[in-house]
């Protein structure tokens, strides 16, 4: 079973950038057909899927999010990482790293904790 551990800060300030990094264990973020996305669960509300960066390496974001995320790997650490921008107290949330494969999402990560505050 893939291991996906996420990490980062805890605290980002408001208008700065959040960066958080998904660590993948036992398998390739290159293998065919994987894709890696971020998704994050707000206080009270549902999962909001953010983005993914497949295994070639082509990304893609949701349109609500797209103008301030970056999602980026890094191929030798086996890891990929997200960067939000302009954070606001709205960008509160766990913080999940997951994979996409054959249709579904079959390893999550545990889950990080954001807070957003000055």
């Known amino acids: 079973q893939v291991q996906l551990l996420e990490s980062g800060p805890g605290l980002v300030k408001p208008s700065q950038t959040l960066s958080l990094t998904c660590t993948v264990s036992?398998?390739?973020?290159?293998?065919?057909?994987?894709?890696w996305s971020w998704i994050r669960q707000p206080p009270r509300k549902g999962l909001e899927w953010m983005g993914l960066i497949g295994f070639t390496g082509v990304t893609s974001y949701s349109p609500l999010l797209k103008s301030r995320t970056a999602i980026s790997r890094d191929t030798a650490k086996n890891q990929f990482s997200l960067q939000l921008s302009f954070v606001t107290p709205e960008d509160a949330a766990v913080y999940y790293c997951a994979k996409f494969y054959d249709g579904r999402y079959v390893d999550w990560g545990q889950g990080t904790q954001v807070t957003v505050s000055s």
């Open positions: 036992s398998g390739s973020i290159t293998s065919s057909s994987h894709w």
